[in-house]
């Protein structure tokens, strides 16, 4: 892939994901959630993602598609945030 076709991607990621995080403004802050919430989350939301991939001919929806990818993206963003903070000499976060 060119760099311009990365670029492009992380453009229609970024816009998704921001969409959704704008619209969950209103839940608790994400900071205060373990790492091993998150990635419980984060499977929780990879269920409703294939869910709505495989929802039967007719009620199928790009949008809703689209809105649970967004939700997936954003919660593995949240996990390597917190893996960075280890990495780079913060507390390990699994013991939370």
Same mark, same amino acid.
């Given at each position: 892939?060119?760099?311009?076709?990365? @670029?492009? !991607?992380?453009?229609?990621?970024?816009?998704?994901?921001? #969409?959704? %995080? /704008?619209? $969950?403004?209103?839940?608790?802050?994400?900071?205060? @959630?373990? !790492?091993?919430?998150?990635?419980?989350?984060?499977?929780? #939301?990879? %269920? /409703?993602? $294939?869910?709505?991939?495989?929802?039967?001919?007719?009620?199928?929806?790009?949008?809703?598609?689209?809105?649970?990818?967004?939700?997936?993206?954003?919660?593995?963003?949240?996990?390597?945030?917190?893996?960075?903070?280890?990495?780079?000499?913060?507390?390990?976060?699994?013991?939370?």
């Amino acid at each position: 892939m060119k760099k311009r076709d990365y @670029l492009a !991607l992380f453009d229609a990621g970024t816009t998704a994901q921001l #969409e959704k %995080l /704008e619209h $969950h403004g209103r839940k608790s802050c994400w900071k205060e @959630l373990s !790492l091993r919430e998150l990635v419980y989350l984060l499977s929780e #939301e990879m %269920l /409703e993602l $294939h869910e709505e991939y495989y929802e039967p001919v007719g009620t199928f929806s790009h949008i809703r598609l689209r809105q649970e990818a967004a939700d997936v993206a954003n919660y593995a963003h949240m996990i390597i945030e917190r893996c960075n903070e280890v990495i780079m000499g913060g507390e390990d976060v699994r013991q939370k």
